[in-house]
């Protein structure tokens, strides 16, 4: 059974940092790319990062590119989300994705997700 | 970037009832393109990948269609479970970009 467990959200003030972690079982991690995906309060889905497989790629939308940081841990089954210079606008419940694999980006598994606030 | 509009916003519909949701795309995603259920305080969960191709263990009495830019996600005899929000998704390149959402509640 595939399962992603994400941790590390919480409050924190405008400007500084919060490091998200998403453990991941049940598949052969290194054999996928990885997702997070945010949705604000009372809003809709927004992707948020991308990694490739051996973590040598990655990709972000410009609401978050420069300040967000994915990253993966092939031996540890572990992706992360570095996220610096938070703002209000970051405030959203965070979700990791798996890839369902091939040659486009589809979600086939979420987390249950991991709530981060941002503000003073 | 490719935008993708949703309709509608909402939906109200009876237990039994044949429901239609639509996604346009801002140009040609060639299929690409999933369709996913959120219900309140859960994780979305992928429906259909491929515009018709439907995933393990989603019932048939949800289908999707369309080609080129509009798509569409239509849920057959609605049962209790299915009244939720329901996003599509391109999948064909960065920004992976989301419709804004269509909530199915009960009338």
């Known amino acids: 059974e595939v399962q992603l467990v994400e941790t590390g959200g919480g409050l924190v003030q405008p400007g500084r940092s919060l490091k998200l972690s998403c453990v991941a079982s049940?598949?052969?991690?290194?054999?996928?790319?990885m997702y997070w995906i945010r949705q604000a309060p009372g809003k809709g889905l927004e992707w948020v990062s991308s990694?490739?497989?051996?973590?040598?790629?990655?990709y972000y939308p410009d609401s978050v590119k420069g300040r967000f940081t994915i990253s993966r841990d092939n031996a540890e089954n572990t992706v992360y989300l570095q996220m610096n210079s938070l703002r209000s606008e970051d405030t959203a419940t965070y979700y990791c994705?798996?890839?369902?694999?091939?040659?486009?980006?589809?979600?086939?598994?979420w987390g249950q997700g991991v709530m981060v606030t941002v503000s003073s | 970037d490719i935008q993708m509009t949703q309709s509608p916003a909402s939906l109200s519909a009876s237990l039994g009832e044949t429901v239609t949701i639509e996604c346009l795309a801002s140009e040609d995603i060639y299929d690409i393109l999933a369709w996913y259920q959120q219900k309140p305080g859960k994780s979305p969960q992928l429906l259909i990948y491929?515009?018709?191709s439907l995933h393990t263990g989603v019932p048939s009495r949800f289908s999707g269609s369309g080609s080129g830019t509009q798509y569409s996600l239509k849920i057959n005899s609605l049962q209790p479970e299915d009244f939720a929000s329901y996003y599509c998704?391109?999948?064909?390149?960065?920004?992976?970009?989301f419709g804004s959402g269509t909530k199915l509640e009960i009338k």
């Open positions: 491929d515009a018709s």
């Open positions: 049940g598949f052969t991690f290194s054999s996928y790319w």
């Open positions: 994705a798996k890839d369902r694999g091939g040659r486009v980006s589809y979600f086939d598994y």
């Open positions: 990694i490739n497989t051996d973590g040598g790629s990655t």
């Open positions: 998704q391109n999948g064909l390149s960065a920004p992976l970009t």
